[in-house]
């Protein structure tokens, strides 16, 4: 069974400081690949999606991803990031023909002004 | 353009009690899903939908029931609550490579806050 394994659960920064989130997933075929993102109260919205083509993938709000196969990883990126980015972001597969999406168990980011 | 909707948004219930959540999309999307999401575990799948009368089991299936007698409706219920069911409930869509969306994307509703006594 597929499975996706995010290594930080709670990170803080500063704004203006880098972020990277890790994100590893199990299953050795084709894979789709996806950032959510849950700000307090709401619900889910997709921060950006990989399905092929180039690695780097640049999503919404200035987010970005890089698709490494051979590493099985999808870490989302962003150079500077603000108070307003304080969200639980999700890493997520879909993989071979299904249609289900299985979830990391998210990791609570915290920007202080 | 409602998109995807759940009700109700928040739900007390006592132990036992059977509890049904709504869900309704207005995209007309064959696939359907239900999730929990817990502190954790992130969002874990309870059961999926293909189509209308096509249904089956996700993650953690045990204790809900779901129908899907037309297209834009997947009621999710609680036969008899228990305090472990206490979760925020997330209803999902999304079409095939020939309807209106992103293929393989997955829509969210705002959730349903479901507290068991």
């Known amino acids: 069974a597929q499975s996706v394994s995010q290594h930080n659960h709670h990170v803080i920064l500063s704004e203006a400081a880098s972020l990277e989130l890790g994100c590893n997933y199990s299953y050795g075929g084709t894979v789709n690949l996806f950032w959510y993102v849950q700000y307090p109260g709401q619900h889910l919205q997709l921060l950006l999606k990989?399905?092929?083509?180039?690695?780097l993938v640049k999503g919404i709000k200035g987010f970005e991803a890089e698709f490494i196969k051979s590493k099985f990883s999808f870490n989302l990126r962003k150079p500077s990031v603000q108070w307003s980015d304080t969200a639980e972001y999700f890493c997520?597969?879909?993989?071979?023909?299904?249609?289900?999406?299985?979830f990391g168990s998210g990791t609570q980011l915290t920007v202080l002004p | 353009d409602a998109g995807i909707t759940q009700s109700p948004r928040y739900k007390i219930t006592e132990t036992g009690r059977q509890v049904t959540l709504m869900c309704h999309q207005t995209?007309?999307?064959?696939?359907m899903f239900w999730y929990r999401q817990d502190l954790g575990h992130g969002l874990r799948l309870i059961y999926y939908?293909?189509?209308?009368?096509?249904?089956d089991k996700g993650e953690v299936p045990d204790g809900y029931v779901v129908s899907r007698s037309k297209t834009e409706n997947f009621p999710l219920t609680l036969e008899s609550a228990t305090r472990s069911q206490t979760s925020v409930y997330f209803c999902a869509s999304h079409g095939t490579s020939g309807e209106k969306s992103s293929y393989n994307e997955q829509f969210f509703g705002p959730g349903t806050r479901l507290t068991v006594l």
């Open positions: 990989y399905f092929s083509g180039d690695p």
């Open positions: 995209w007309s999307h064959s696939y």
């Open positions: 997520a597969v879909i993989s071979g023909s299904a249609r289900q999406l299985t």
């Open positions: 939908s293909a189509a209308a009368d096509i249904t």
